[in-house]
């Protein structure tokens, strides 16, 4: 079972369709409708909190500040008043990241990931993606078990995608900190570096994806 | 001209003819009364025998004791002028009588003639004329008798010396004057105080959009001129905090709008999505639903735009407070990957790790890069591409581009993006219902936050916007 989030929003219709996209993309969802049934005990067996900022009885924003008296839980606020001052009140009482209607649900669900991913985020110190396994520790790079003889540059440029797996990374970026700016300096030096790296890694290259009008990034591997 | 200047102007200007009139008026009252003395004189003394010895002897009558003086008889006779016919000491003696004949023939032939004004004054049936001559003023009667040599009788006097305006006078009545302008100025003085405290009071509760009354202490004109104002400022008052009602009323009934539609908005988007999900990607009702989707999108994001309008338009300062680019990139990256992918479109997006902060109101900057987002994304077409990318723009800015390979904006059209109400002859074509209100407001949101927001080709197709401005440092937090 997935992590279990609490979503209190008194709107019957929305809060059905959360509760549903939650649980279809893999989610343990508990639903409540009104602010005063957020309780210690539930918020505390909850990964995170889906909450609305209007609801009947108790606002959001009191429900947040009670919450935050013994309770680290991350909460994603859910606004349909697009104000800046409700948005710098919800994150000073400790709310984590806010979602404005009208959303849809796969941009719900890419916060909620979000926050769910964030603390675990690389703690291994070697990146593993199909036969590929980064070491960052060790500047070691192995494919299938056998060590891949890279360069310097080649290698920084290989960690700097794998410690940041999944995202994509700029061509500045990678130039500026993976290239020595004094020598190689240049987004066509960069270009030049990738190519040899992908050669080296034969299929497994196929990880490193060029996107487009980005720079790079290193897919992880697909569930 | 400030109010005691124009005062003492006044005064002088005044004062000046009425000093001279005062002046004229005692020099002709002195002669009145010299020429009333003298015909007196010549009268009485006629009276008290003088008439008897001009008949007696008209000849000498009148030059006697002038005659004595001469005593030269051989002389032929010289009519003598009328200064002349004067007693050597005119002060304390009585003038000298010229006697003449009802046609106003001397009988004496030293005698100075009678002048001509003086004979058509006597001739007309006046008892008396004068006429000032040779410094002095010259009488002639008329007698009661209209017989003999001695029917006309004049007489010369010369002016006393206090004729003629004594310094002293001149002195007196310069001081006068001096005095009145000290007086004006010192009476001027508490009423210019007053008006200049009342326009610093006025203008001290101009300043404070009229809440502060001036003070209405005292209970002349003054005071007056205070009142009125406080009643003027009061009816401005009103009209001011009518129409900020007036405003009021306004923002929050679009504000309770906009949230009234938001929730069945956000159901909505979720039924299409839901919709989308069931049917698959090869789904017989896919382009329908994709085109929903961009609609029920393009409604949401028209509202969250009016709203931005309104908080651009109403002139109040910006909500400024550290916002996190990075974080603010990621919404709005997780907020058009579904239109995107219902268009067609490839979004992608890369961040610096951590967080990249600058100072704004977060929801008015991240309407503008929406705007510009979705903007890429709607004059794109299936298959084509957004790229996103923030970047640290050396230790002190922050660049953020947003580069995308659909059509593009010819050079010359490129200019007035995001001019209120431009749009290009393509998104006229393939959005005839929009309102080019997008871009126009992260126009307005870059300028008001002093960021920089500029457009160009992207190579070797689409358009790239950057939008870049200053980072503050995590310490300053």
Redesign the interface.
């Known amino acids: 079972m997935g992590d279990r989030v609490l979503v209190v929003e008194d ?1 019957e ?2 809060g059905r ?1 959360v509760r549903d ?1 939650l649980a279809e993309a893999g989610y343990e969802p508990i639903w409540l409708r009104d602010g005063k049934a957020v309780g210690t005990e539930l918020a505390a067996g909850a990964s995170l909190i889906v909450l609305d900022l ?1 609801l009947p009885g108790e606002h959001g924003l009191d429900v947040l500040k009670r919450l935050r008296r013994d309770s680290d839980v991350p909460v994603l606020v859910l606004s ?6 409700d ?2 009140r919800a994150l000073k009482l400790g709310a984590d ?1 806010y ?9 719900l669900l ?2 909620v990931a ?1 926050r769910l991913r964030r603390p675990t985020l690389q703690r291994d110190a070697t990146v593993r993606v199909g036969e590929l396994a980064v070491d960052l520790e060790q500047r070691r790079v192995a494919l299938a078990g056998e060590t891949v003889d890279l360069t310097r540059v080649e290698f920084d440029l290989l960690a700097a995608l794998a ?2 797996l999944g ?4 061509r ?2 990678l130039a500026e900190h993976v290239l020595n700016p004094d020598r190689e300096g240049g987004e066509r030096t960069l270009d030049v570096h990738m190519s040899r790296l992908r050669k080296k890694l034969g299929p497994a290259a196929s990880a490193i994806a060029t ?5 790079y ?1 290193l897919e992880p591997p697909s569930r | 001209m400030t109010l005691r200047r124009r005062l003492i102007l006044t005064l002088v200007l005044t004062a000046a003819p009425l000093l001279a009139g005062l002046l004229w008026l005692r020099s002709e009252l002195l002669q009145r009364t010299m020429e009333d003395a003298l015909r007196d004189s010549i009268l009485a003394r006629m009276d008290a025998g003088g008439r008897e010895r001009c008949e007696q002897d008209p000849v000498a009558f009148g030059s006697r004791r002038f005659r004595r003086r001469e005593r030269d008889e051989t002389a032929p006779p010289v009519r003598a002028p009328w200064s002349e016919r004067r007693s050597a000491r005119t002060r304390f003696l009585p003038p000298l009588l010229q006697a003449y004949d009802r046609s106003f023939q001397p009988a004496d032939p030293t005698a100075p003639e009678l002048p001509e004004p003086l004979r058509a004054t006597l001739a007309a049936g006046d008892e008396t004329a004068a006429l000032r001559r040779d410094g002095g003023v010259l009488v002639a009667v008329r007698m009661p008798w209209d017989e003999g040599p001695c029917a006309v009788v004049a007489a010369f006097r010369p002016d006393p010396p206090t004729f003629d305006t004594p310094p002293s006078l001149l002195v007196g009545a310069l001081a006068l004057c001096a005095g009145f302008l000290a007086a004006v100025w010192l009476a001027s003085s508490p009423v210019v105080r007053r008006i200049r405290a009342l326009a610093d009071d006025v203008r001290r509760s101009a300043a404070a959009r009229y809440a502060e009354p001036v003070r209405e202490a005292g209970s002349d004109e003054v005071t007056l001129l205070a009142r009125a104002f406080n009643e003027a400022g009061r009816e401005v008052r009103a009209h001011l905090s009518e129409v900020e009602e007036r405003e009021a009323t306004l923002r929050t009934f679009v ?1 309770n709008t ?2 009234d539609v ?2 069945p ?7 299409i ?2 919709l989308r999900r069931g049917t698959g990607a090869s789904g017989a009702d896919e382009p329908q639903l994709a085109a929903a989707a961009e609609e ?2 393009y409604i ?1 994001s028209l509202l ?1 735009n009016l ?1 931005a309008a309104s908080k651009l338009e109403g002139g109040r300062p910006l ?1 400024r ?1 550290p916002l996190d680019m990075a ?1 603010l990139v ?2 709005v ?3 058009h ?3 995107a992918s219902a268009a067609g479109v ?1 979004l ?3 961040v ?2 951590g967080a990249l902060w600058t100072e704004g ?4 900057v991240e ?1 503008a890069v929406g705007n510009v987002v979705h903007n890429a994304i709607r004059h794109n077409r299936a298959g084509g ?7 640290e723009a050396g230790k002190e800015a922050f660049r953020l581009s947003v ?3 659909g059509p593009g904006v010819p050079e010359g059209q490129r200019d007035r993006l995001g001019e209120p109400r431009f749009r290009t002859d393509e998104a006229r074509q393939r959005h005839p219902d929009g309102l080019g209100l997008g871009l126009s407001i992260a126009r307005d949101v870059a300028a008001r936050h002093g960021f920089t927001l500029r457009f160009a080709a ?1 190579e070797p197709h689409g358009l790239r916007v950057e939008l870049s401005g200053p980072r503050v440092s995590a310490e300053t937090l």
Do not use: C, I, Y
């Open positions: 709107d219709r929305l369709q996209s209007m349909a008043r697009n104000e800046t001052a948005k710098v990241d979602v404005t209607k009208p959303f849809w649900p796969d941009e890419a916060r979000a410690r940041r995202a994509a990374v700029s500045a970026w996107v487009w009008g980005v720079g990034r | 504000a906009t949230h938001m929730l908005l956000t159901v909505l988007q979720g039924h999505s839901n029920a999108h949401g969250q709203a909500e407070h974080a990621e919404r990256m997780a907020r990957r579904p239109v490839a992608d997006h890369a610096p790790e109101d977060v929801t008015l309407q591409h957004v790229a996103v990318v923030l970047d580069a995308d390979d992207n």
